[in-house]
Each structure stands twice: as C-alpha cells, then as structure tokens.
Nanobody, 124 residues
Framework: QVTLVESGGGLVQSGDSLRLSCAAS????????MAWFRQAPGKDREFVAA????????SYGDSEKGRFTISRLNTKNMLYLQMRSLEPEDSAVYYC?????????????????WGQGTQVTVSS
C-alpha cells in the first residue's frame, strides 16, 4: 500500500509559478514510477507528466509545452511538479499517482495508487 498526499495548490494569477508536492508513504518509493494528472470540471482526467523510479526518465503531456517540470527526491519520498507561466486553462485538481509498471505510462489505468488531489486555480 502506498499513501500519497498532495499539497501546494492554490489561487494564482496568469503568468505566475507554483510548485506542487506529493508526499509518499508505505512501500519503497523508488520502486514506483510517479506521475501527475489533472482534472478540470466537466473534463476527463488528463496526463501531465511522469518520472521513472530513479528519476532518470521523464515524460510530459502535450499541454505543458515545456512549462512544467516533474522531479522527485527519493531520500524524502517526495514528488514535485514545478509549473511556470500558468494559464487559466491550467486550472484543475492535480493528482499524483504511483505505478509499478516497468515503463513510463500516461494511461491512468496503469497507476495503482492515487492521492486526494490539490486544487490549482489560475485567474486571468
């Protein structure tokens, strides 16, 4: 069992930066590929970014356009998402997730554990 708790969301203005954090507990953190997803009201959950267990590989969704950076600190069991140049379209609940698959994946069905989410709202 892996427990994930996100934090760092809030209300920001267009163009601002924000860093989300995800604290993991339970099994060995480095054994899991980790990812961020987001879901806006009335929309499907969307893949944002993923990172391999040791942090050597990353993958990003199309909407981030180089504005987001995923990272992890295995010694602290922490996952991060640095977001820059935020736009109102980035407003959503952001979730972190853990997967035991061998390869990075953007498919939410491949993720075994999920956090409760943190709200990010970007005003124009």
């Amino acid at each position: 069992q892996v427990t994930l708790v996100e934090s760092g969301g809030g209300l920001v203005q267009s163009g601002d930066s924000l860093r989300l954090s995800c604290a993991a507990s339970g099994r060995t953190f480095s054994n899991y590929n980790m990812a961020w997803f987001r879901q806006a009201p009335g929309k499907d959950r969307e893949f944002v970014a993923a990172i391999s267990g040791l942090g050597g590989s990353t993958s990003y969704g199309d909407s981030e356009k180089g504005r987001f950076t995923i990272s992890r600190l295995n010694t602290k069991n922490m996952l991060y998402l640095q977001m820059r140049s935020l736009e109102p379209e980035d407003s959503a609940v952001y979730y972190c997730a853990a997967s035991s698959t061998l390869d990075l994946t953007s498919h939410e069905g491949e993720y075994d554990y999920w956090g409760q989410g943190t709200q990010v709202t970007v005003s124009s």
